[in-house]
């Protein structure tokens, strides 16, 4: 049986390849083989001995450009044979597999016919035989085969030429490959470099944000320094007035020291000029003694000449007598005239003797005198020495005394406001006022309040003969000083205010005590009051300059009168303004329908602060011309935000004018005076209550007793700073309501009501309160609520029509 064998060559194997199939590819000559003829013997292969060449391993069906067929891979002796379908030809390419199929079976290659189907042995290195028409037929072929291989050869020129255009094509392919690799490395490169400058600009982002930050921190940190400076440059000034204030105080202790001192120094003189006087006079009064006793022994001698003398006349009268008796009695006459003899020689002696004690008393005299004076400028030198050795010995220790107890008192009022202030004790500051005219005049003028040359702390108060009392107060004011000295003093709880303290500032005294001159003061010379407001406003303009604090601030005006609260910011053009009531709150106590104005400078609350005044109350009686018949109350709500750090606070400064309490039998009031003494009287009794109650500890305080004590109940029952002022009167006339109210005054500053503390709130950062405390107000009708500048509210400054006096 006959197939046909397809023989062709192929360029890229360089080897010849035979394709067993019904149909011829491209490149291929067919050629017919028996069933019992070698393929070799066929194509004209040549004859080898070779064992490998012999074997049929050589036959193999190839289709070199097959896609998507199975490959199999057989090994006969060393060489391999491969399967491909073909590309065109059969459809189903297990046809080409079955042409080709190769098994090995002990070692021996059988081939399987696709004509029989039939397995064929072929031994190695043995050739079957073969008929003479087999020969022929392989002659033929051989012959034909050459044909062929010439054809080949041809083919082969051809190929190889079509081969090495395309070499070229693909060597041209490869350097455009290479280039195509060159530009992919550059652009690989390049997106590297693209990504490694995005990553550069990515952190030069960073950086430029980390800069903006710090400068922002930078900028934060230059206007912290500069209210650092500002508040510096305030506690410099506040330390140069303190040293100067200080040098002031020392110049006059000094000036105090030196008038003592000269004042020592007169009566010491005193004392010795006294001293050596007396002894002056004993020395005197016994030369005095020495010269009698001289004068005495003249006299005595000058009686004895005197009666010589007479005695001589009495004779010479005799003699005289007897001169007619001469001759009768001359011997009587001899004997006179030797007794005359006698005694004339004794007058001569005696004469003699006169003029050496004359002499003696003359000498005696000098050396007297010479001696007193001589001792009166030793003992005045040696006085004199001694006085001045003791004068600057007592100056020397009484200087170290000074200062030792200068030193005391500083380091003892020091702990003591430390104390006070953990403790949250009421500071009390004690003014006295002046002498006015009218008790310049008055029988009871003399001044009964004396006070400690070194010690601005305690004051003596002397109410009758004996009766001698001492009060200590955190600070006692001297009729002679101003309004800004006393301010100074309170400065420092009134800017901590500022800072979210609650503050309250009252005064308290008797009617004409200087109380209403203390807090508001003329508007030559302001009290507390106004320049309270001044420095609020100073010390807010700073804080928002620095750009880290904003600041509000709302002001409201009222009085107690007669038991009833009056709103003097109601400004309604009838005149009648209706009571309010206070109610209590979650905050506390607060007055229902109260008006509050938002103020924005120092103007604005003087100019409301005269509406208030014009809508006040006051009086006259016996005893103050211009008597407050009311309790005023103005009070300042601050509100701040910090920006730095979130946190926010609310305050309120309370500044309290208590009417003046009164004696009826002094004041001579009756009728509506009469009946708002008694109004004012028992509010400031329920407030002595409220005092004794916090002093005793009690559990139940009588806060609602009063309207009064019922305002006062915030600033009373702690987390307030509390400073009251007590004002006395220095005279006489008054010394027994100057005692009351000293002893209130001393009950107050007895009170403890806990350390104050700032009411203040965080609004970011992971610990942050979520809402600030709100005031204890709830406006709710027309005439309440907060009044904003955004609204211009214009209040009148017409002078009212005062009230009419019953």
């Given at each position: 049986?006959w197939?046909?064998?397809?023989?062709?060559?192929?360029?890229?194997?360089?080897?010849?390849?035979?394709?067993?199939?019904?149909?011829?590819?491209?490149?291929?000559?067919r050629v017919?083989v028996?069933?019992?003829?070698?393929?070799?013997?066929?194509?004209?292969?040549?004859?080898?001995?070779?064992?490998?060449?012999?074997?049929?391993?050589?036959?193999a069906?190839?289709?070199?450009g097959?896609?998507?067929?199975?490959?199999?891979?057989?090994?006969?002796?060393?060489?391999s044979?491969?399967?491909?379908p073909?590309r065109?030809?059969?459809?189903n390419?297990?046809?080409?597999?079955?042409?080709?199929?190769?098994?090995?079976?002990?070692?021996r290659a059988?081939?399987?016919?696709?004509?029989?189907?039939?397995?064929?042995?072929?031994?190695?290195?043995?050739?079957?035989?073969?008929?003479l028409s087999?020969?022929?037929?392989?002659?033929?072929?051989?012959?034909?085969?050459?044909?062929?291989v010439?054809?080949?050869?041809?083919k082969?020129?051809?190929?190889?030429?079509?081969?090495r255009q395309?070499?070229?094509?693909?060597?041209m392919?490869?350097?455009?490959?290479?280039?195509?690799?060159a530009?992919d490395?550059?652009?690989?490169?390049?997106?590297?470099?693209?990504?490694?400058?995005?990553?550069w600009?990515?952190?030069?982002?960073s950086?430029e944000?980390?800069?903006?930050?710090l400068m922002?921190?930078?900028?934060d940190?230059?206007?912290?320094?500069?209210l650092?400076r500002?508040?510096?440059?305030?506690?410099?000034?506040?330390?140069?007035?303190?040293?100067?204030?200080?040098?002031?105080?020392?110049?006059?202790?000094?000036?105090?020291?030196?008038?003592?001192?000269?004042?020592?120094?007169?009566?010491v003189?005193h004392?010795m000029?006294?001293?050596?006087?007396?002894?002056i006079?004993e020395?005197?009064?016994?030369?005095?003694?020495?010269?009698?006793?001289?004068?005495?022994?003249?006299?005595?001698?000058?009686?004895?000449?005197r009666?010589?003398?007479?005695?001589?006349?009495?004779?010479?009268?005799?003699?005289?007598?007897?001169?007619?008796?001469?001759?009768a009695?001359q011997?009587?006459?001899?004997?006179?005239?030797?007794?005359?003899?006698q005694?004339e020689?004794?007058?001569?002696?005696n004469?003699?003797?006169?003029?050496?004690?004359?002499?003696?008393?003359d000498?005696?005299?000098?050396?007297?005198q010479?001696q007193?004076?001589?001792?009166?400028?030793?003992?005045?030198?040696?006085?004199?020495?001694?006085?001045?050795?003791a004068?600057?010995?007592?100056?020397?220790?009484?200087?170290?005394?000074?200062?030792?107890?200068?030193?005391?008192?500083?380091?003892?009022?020091?702990?003591?406001?430390?104390?006070?202030e953990m403790?949250?004790?009421?500071?009390?500051?004690?003014?006295?006022r002046?002498?006015?005219n009218?008790?310049?005049?008055?029988?009871?003028?003399?001044?009964?309040?004396?006070?400690?040359p070194?010690?601005?702390?305690?004051?003596?108060?002397?109410v009758?003969?004996?009766?001698?009392?001492?009060?200590?107060?955190?600070?006692?004011?001297?009729?002679?000083?101003?309004?800004?000295?006393?301010?100074e003093?309170?400065k420092?709880?009134?800017?901590?205010?500022?800072?979210?303290?609650?503050?309250?500032?009252?005064?308290?005294?008797?009617?004409?005590?200087?109380?209403?001159?203390?807090?508001e003061?003329?508007?030559?010379?302001?009290?507390?009051?106004?320049r309270?407001?001044?420095?609020?406003?100073?010390?807010?303009?700073?804080r928002?300059r620095?750009?880290n604090?904003?600041?509000d601030?709302?002001?409201?005006?009222l009085e107690v009168?007669?038991?009833?609260?009056?709103?003097?910011?109601?400004?309604?053009?009838?005149?009648?303004?209706k009571?309010?009531?206070v109610?209590?709150?979650?905050?506390?106590?607060?007055?229902?329908?109260?008006?509050?104005?938002?103020?924005?400078?120092?103007?604005?609350v003087?100019?409301?602060?005269?509406?208030?005044?014009?809508?006040r109350?006051?009086g006259?009686?016996?005893v103050?011309?211009?008597?407050s018949?009311?309790?005023?109350?103005?009070?300042?709500?601050?509100t701040?935000?910090?920006?730095l750090?979130?946190r926010?606070?609310?305050?309120?400064?309370?500044?309290?004018d208590?009417?003046g309490?009164?004696?009826?039998?002094?004041?001579?009031?009756?009728g509506?005076?009469?009946?708002?003494a008694?109004?004012?009287n028992?509010s400031?009794?329920?407030?002595?209550?409220?005092?004794?109650?916090?002093?005793?500890?009690?559990k139940?305080?009588?806060?609602?007793?009063s309207?009064?004590?019922?305002?006062?109940?915030?600033s009373?029952s702690?987390?307030?700073?509390?400073?009251?002022?007590?004002n006395v009167?220095?005279?006489?006339?008054?010394?027994?309501?100057?005692?009351?109210?000293?002893?209130f005054?001393?009950?107050c500053?007895?009170?403890?009501?806990?350390?104050a503390?700032?009411?203040?709130s965080?609004t970011n950062?992971?610990?942050?309160a979520?809402?600030?405390?709100?005031?204890?107000?709830a406006?709710?009708?027309?005439?309440?609520?907060?009044?904003?500048?955004t609204e211009?509210?214009r209040?009148?400054?017409?002078?009212?029509?005062?009230?009419?006096?019953n």
């Amino acid at each position: 049986m006959w197939r046909h064998v397809c023989v062709g060559k192929l360029v890229r194997e360089r080897s010849t390849d035979v394709c067993v199939s019904g149909r011829r590819p491209s490149g291929t000559r067919r050629v017919l083989v028996r069933p019992t003829e070698r393929v070799q013997d066929k194509i004209g292969a040549p004859a080898t001995t070779s064992r490998r060449r012999r074997c049929v391993a050589k036959v193999a069906v190839r289709h070199h450009g097959a896609v998507g067929g199975p490959r199999e891979r057989s090994r006969i002796g060393q060489r391999s044979v491969e399967s491909r379908p073909r590309r065109t030809g059969h459809s189903n390419a297990r046809q080409a597999h079955k042409c080709t199929t190769r098994h090995r079976v002990g070692g021996r290659a059988q081939a399987k016919s696709p004509a029989t189907g039939s397995y064929r042995r072929y031994v190695q290195g043995k050739k079957p035989s073969l008929s003479l028409s087999a020969v022929v037929s392989i002659e033929t072929c051989m012959v034909l085969a050459q044909g062929e291989v010439e054809i080949a050869k041809a083919k082969e020129a051809q190929d190889n030429l079509a081969l090495r255009q395309e070499v070229k094509t693909l060597t041209m392919r490869l350097h455009d490959a290479e280039t195509s690799a060159a530009v992919d490395e550059v652009q690989k490169q390049l997106k590297k470099e693209t990504k490694l400058r995005f990553q550069w600009e990515q952190k030069f982002k960073s950086l430029e944000e980390q800069h903006q930050a710090l400068m922002i921190q930078v900028n934060d940190a230059n206007r912290k320094h500069e209210l650092d400076r500002h508040v510096a440059q305030g506690d410099v000034e506040t330390y140069q007035n303190e040293l100067a204030q200080s040098k002031a105080k020392l110049a006059s202790e000094i000036q105090t020291i030196s008038d003592n001192h000269a004042h020592e120094l007169e009566r010491v003189k005193h004392a010795m000029g006294m001293r050596h006087a007396q002894e002056i006079d004993e020395l005197t009064r016994e030369h005095d003694k020495q010269l009698k006793a001289l004068q005495t022994s003249e006299n005595a001698l000058l009686a004895t000449v005197r009666a010589l003398e007479a005695d001589r006349l009495t004779q010479s009268a005799a003699l005289a007598d007897s001169a007619t008796q001469l001759q009768a009695v001359q011997r009587e006459a001899a004997q006179s005239t030797r007794r005359i003899k006698q005694l004339e020689a004794s007058e001569t002696a005696n004469v003699k003797q006169i003029a050496s004690l004359q002499a003696e008393l003359d000498a005696l005299k000098t050396s007297v005198q010479a001696q007193m004076d001589q001792a009166k400028q030793a003992g005045i030198a040696e006085a004199t020495a001694k006085m001045h050795a003791a004068v600057r010995a007592a100056v020397e220790e009484k200087d170290q005394l000074a200062q030792l107890y200068a030193q005391e008192m500083k380091a003892r009022r020091q702990l003591h406001n430390r104390v006070m202030e953990m403790a949250g004790n009421i500071r009390v500051f004690c003014r006295i006022r002046p002498v006015s005219n009218v008790e310049v005049t008055s029988a009871d003028s003399a001044q009964v309040v004396t006070f400690r040359p070194n010690d601005p702390h305690v004051l003596d108060l002397t109410v009758a003969e004996g009766q001698k009392h001492t009060f200590e107060f955190d600070y006692v004011f001297q009729p002679t000083t101003g309004q800004a000295d006393v301010f100074e003093q309170t400065k420092a709880l009134v800017v901590s205010a500022m800072d979210g303290f609650n503050v309250c500032i009252f005064a308290y005294g008797q009617t004409g005590s200087g109380k209403t001159h203390t807090m508001e003061g003329p508007a030559t010379d302001r009290g507390v009051n106004f320049r309270a407001m001044d420095e609020l406003f100073r010390v807010r303009d700073e804080r928002v300059r620095s750009g880290n604090v904003e600041c509000d601030m709302k002001l409201s005006i009222l009085e107690v009168y007669n038991e009833t609260i009056v709103d003097l910011l109601d400004d309604s053009p009838t005149g009648e303004r209706k009571p309010l009531e206070v109610r209590m709150g979650k905050q506390g106590a607060y007055v229902e329908n109260l008006m509050e104005v938002e103020v924005y400078s120092a103007s604005d609350v003087d100019d409301l602060m005269k509406l208030g005044h014009s809508h006040r109350s006051v009086g006259s009686h016996d005893v103050n011309e211009h008597s407050s018949r009311s309790h005023l109350v103005v009070s300042i709500t601050i509100t701040s935000s910090h920006k730095l750090d979130g946190r926010k606070s609310l305050s309120k400064l309370h500044l309290i004018d208590l009417a003046g309490s009164e004696r009826i039998s002094k004041t001579a009031a009756s009728g509506q005076r009469l009946k708002e003494a008694q109004h004012i009287n028992r509010s400031l009794s329920a407030l002595g209550d409220v005092i004794a109650s916090l002093g005793g500890h009690s559990k139940h305080v009588p806060y609602r007793n009063s309207k009064l004590t019922f305002l006062l109940q915030e600033s009373l029952s702690g987390n307030s700073k509390v400073l009251m002022f007590v004002n006395v009167s220095p005279v006489q006339w008054n010394a027994w309501e100057s005692l009351c109210s000293l002893n209130f005054a001393q009950r107050c500053r007895n009170v403890a009501l806990g350390q104050a503390k700032a009411n203040t709130s965080i609004t970011n950062g992971p610990n942050a309160a979520t809402s600030v405390p709100k005031p204890a107000k709830a406006p709710s009708s027309k005439q309440g609520g907060t009044l904003t500048a955004t609204e211009k509210v214009r209040v009148s400054l017409a002078p009212k029509s005062p009230k009419k006096d019953n």
